[in-house]
C-alpha cells in the first residue's frame, strides 16, 4: 500500500528537524545549567518535538503536559479550549512551555498568561515553529526551531484534522487532496 498524505512540498526535512532539536536542546542546557526545570509539553501537537528535545538535554529536568486546542481544520477558532492541566507544582520552578507552533499568539499568551498567576521562578517558551507573519498578539518565544511563513504545515506532531502527525518531516498541506 502507497501512503500519499496531502502534502505540496516538502518544507523541513527529518534531519534538518533533527539537527535543530539538538541545536535547541544544547542551548537550553546551557541555559538551565544547575537547574532543574519542569518542560511543560503542550498535548498533543508537539509529542514528537517533546520527546525528541528532552532526548537531546543533558540536564535535569521534570516532564509534564498540558492540552489545549483552538483550531478547527486548518484555521485558528481563536477561542482556547483548556482541555488538560499540568500535575506538577510551578510555584518557585522554572517553567518551559514547550509547543509545536506559535501562529496567532493566542494560545501562547493564554498559557503565559495562566502559568504566571501560580508564581514560577521564570517562565519560557520553546516552540518548533513560529510563524510571526501570523501575529494577532505580539509575543516571543525564547527558543525557536524554525521561522515559516503564513502556510499550513503537517507532520512531525502537526495536523490536519488529527491526521498526518505521523510524518518525519514538516509539509506544506495541499488542501486539493484532502
Keep these: 500500500m502507497d501512503y500519499n498524505p496531502p502534502v505540496k512540498k516538502i518544507l523541513i526535512s527529518e534531519e534538518q528537524i533533527n539537527k535543530r532539536v539538538k541545536e535547541l536542546a544544547d542551548k537550553i542546557s546551557q541555559d538551565y545549567k544547575g537547574k532543574t526545570p519542569i518542560l511543560a509539553g503542550v498535548l498533543r501537537g508537539s509529542v514528537l518535538f517533546f520527546s525528541n528535545l528532552v532526548k537531546n538535554l543533558t540536564v535535569d529536568c521534570n ?37 509545536d507552533i506559535v501562529d496567532t499568539g493566542i494560545t501562547a499568551k493564554y498559557l503565559f498568561d495562566l502559568l504566571k498567576t501560580r508564581n514560577p521562578a521564570s517562565i519560557e517558551m520553546c516552540t518548533l515553529l513560529d510563524k510571526p507573519s501570523n501575529r494577532k498578539i505580539d509575543i516571543k518565544p525564547k527558543y525557536t526551531g524554525f521561522e515559516i511563513e503564513n502556510e499550513f504545515v503537517i507532520g512531525y506532531g502537526l495536523d490536519y484534522n488529527e491526521l498526518y502527525r505521523n510524518l518525519p518531516y514538516i509539509g506544506v498541506f495541499d488542501e486539493t487532496k484532502k
Design 63 to 99: 516532564l509534564d503536559f498540558m492540552c489545549l486546542t483552538s483550531y478547527n481544520g486548518t484555521s485558528s477558532s481563536g477561542k482556547v479550549r483548556f482541555i488538560l492541566d499540568l500535575r506538577e507544582d510551578i510555584k518557585d520552578r522554572d517553567v518551559i512551555i514547550v509547543e
